[in-house]
């Protein structure tokens, strides 16, 4: 079982430019979860997703950001027109379910820097 | 504000000693985890405590958590330089997770 999996490791934009940052759950997982981690501070969360649908995203900016997790393939975060701000470390974590009895298990995370 | 807020800071400890790091948070739960972060590196799930259990051990590690003063422990016994990393209580709600900025410990050899 390879965990979750993030990719790319680091992502280096120009502001203006758009990020796209992957995450292949763990086998059998079906809800994925994203956070951003900005320097100094714990995770917060951002969004929520269930093969082909978004179940919560009251912690995504509303602009310039996006997510999904189609039938087939990764979950995707895509942000628009990135800004300094934007620079962060993006962590996705995967579930079988929602019984929330048990550890999370993270990816590696993208790092992502605006320049 | 953040849900959970751990304390200390920093530690800063001798390889053999005790860490012990606190978590404070404001809301009810259904459960609160505990998670290292290695420098640079992703989460790792270190243990999970339920809310109707007020200790829990896993290895060298031990969790308290009293939810009347709406807080939780985490003791690490007998440290190892490879226990140096940061770490984060995180409280659950639903499916969400509620971090604090985290405790960065420092085990020196």
């Known amino acids: 079982n390879a965990g979750v999996m993030q990719n790319p490791r680091h992502l280096v934009r120009r502001r203006g430019q758009e990020a796209r940052l992957r995450c292949s759950p763990m086998?059998?997982?079906?809800?994925v979860y994203w956070y951003r981690q900005l320097p100094e501070e714990g995770l917060k969360f951002m969004v929520y997703?269930?093969?082909?649908?978004?179940?919560?995203e009251s912690g995504m900016p509303k602009e310039r950001f996006s997510a999904e997790f189609p039938k087939e393939g990764p979950s995707i975060l895509r942000i628009q027109q990135v800004v300094r701000g934007d620079s962060a470390a993006y962590f996705c974590?995967?579930?079988?379910?929602?019984?929330?009895?048990?550890?999370?298990?993270f990816g590696s995370g993208t790092r992502l820097t605006v320049v | 504000s953040q849900q959970g807020e751990e304390d200390p800071q920093a530690l800063s400890i001798q390889e053999g000693e005790n860490a012990t790091m606190n978590c404070s948070y404001k809301?009810?739960?259904?459960?609160l985890q505990w998670y290292r972060q290695n420098s640079g590196r992703g989460l790792v799930h270190l243990i999970l405590?339920?809310?109707?259990?007020r200790e829990k051990h896993s290895g060298r590690l031990r969790v308290t958590l009293d939810t009347s003063k709406k807080s939780s422990s985490l003791l690490i016994t007998a440290s190892r330089a490879a226990d140096t990393a940061s770490y984060f209580c995180?409280?659950?709600?639903?499916?969400?997770?509620?971090f604090g900025a985290g405790t960065t410990v420092t085990v020196r050899a």
């Open positions: 974590a995967s579930s079988p379910d929602l019984t929330m009895d048990y550890g999370y298990t």
């Open positions: 086998k059998g997982h079906s809800h």
């Open positions: 997703l269930q093969k082909e649908n978004i179940i919560d």
């Open positions: 809301t009810s739960i259904n459960n």
């Open positions: 405590i339920r809310s109707n259990e």
């Open positions: 995180a409280t659950v709600n639903d499916y969400k997770l509620s």
